[in-house]
């Protein structure tokens, strides 16, 4: 079965700082996908990025960046130039590649409480 | 990209009680999923929810508690049956959007509280 592993279940960084939260994973598959969400206290699920695991090329989307380590499974978020906005749980999650039945559903790790201090 | 509309939003319920939530997405889709958030937890998946056929559910979600409806592309409920306290939690609605590439799509999720 597939597991998602977040070992740090908090995280602090200064506004305007980077910060890199961990995600490791462990599956036999050779396809899926891999996605960071964001919680804020409101408890919209905000999808933050999505990996494709046949692509080598890390992720970004603008501040979020990732580092996606095949070999290792480990699927690391980048936050850059943090802001108080940012300020949320942090969920690491894996999701097979095909569709059908309960295999199309997220994986979610524990999450990472992240503070932005100003 | 999708629109998934749940409610209610929060609910305050007796024990024993039962109680239904809804969810709404803005296209069809062929699979939907309820998740439960128990307080500062991970989301679980309680089951898959097929347009006409039976819901598949996770391990330790069983049907008579945990009843799915799907009657057709866009909408499903989830019904919390006979609540007890360790049932507060908050249940997510989710879909996948319409192109297709891997993510999940969520509502806001219904805040359940059961004294």
């Known amino acids: 079965a597939q597991t998602v592993t977040q070992s740090q279940p908090e995280m602090s960084v200064q506004e305007a700082e980077t910060v890199t939260l961990s995600c490791t994973y462990d599956t036999s598959e050779s396809d899926y996908y891999l996605f960071w969400y964001k919680q804020p206290p409101s408890r919209q699920m905000i999808l933050v990025i999505r990996q494709e695991a046949y692509k080598q090329q890390n992720a970004t989307e603008n501040r979020f960046s990732v580092n996606f380590q095949k070999a290792a499974k480990s699927f690391s978020l980048k936050i850059s130039d943090s802001q108080l906005g940012d300020a949320a749980m942090y969920f690491c999650?894996?999701?097979?590649w095909g569709y059908g039945g309960s295999q199309g559903n997220l994986i979610f790790g524990k999450g990472t409480k992240l503070s932005v201090k100003p | 990209s999708a629109v998934i509309s749940q409610k209610p939003s929060r609910d305050i319920c007796q024990r024993g009680t039962s109680l239904t939530i809804q969810c709404q997405v803005d296209s069809q889709v062929t699979m939907m999923f309820w998740y439960r958030q128990q307080p500062g937890q991970s989301l679980t998946l309680i089951a898959t929810?097929?347009?006409?056929?039976?819901?598949?559910?996770e391990s330790g979600f069983v049907i008579d508690k945990f009843p799915i409806s799907r009657p057709n592309l866009t909408f499903s409920t989830l019904t919390v049956s006979n609540m007890s306290p360790e049932d507060s939690s908050i249940y997510l609605c989710?879909?996948?959007?319409?192109?297709?590439?891997?993510?999940?799509?969520f509502g806001e999720g219904s805040r359940l509280t059961v004294l």
């Open positions: 999650a894996y999701r097979p």
């Open positions: 989710s879909a996948p959007g319409q192109t297709n590439t891997g993510e999940l799509f």
């Open positions: 929810a097929n347009q006409g056929s039976e819901a598949t559910y």
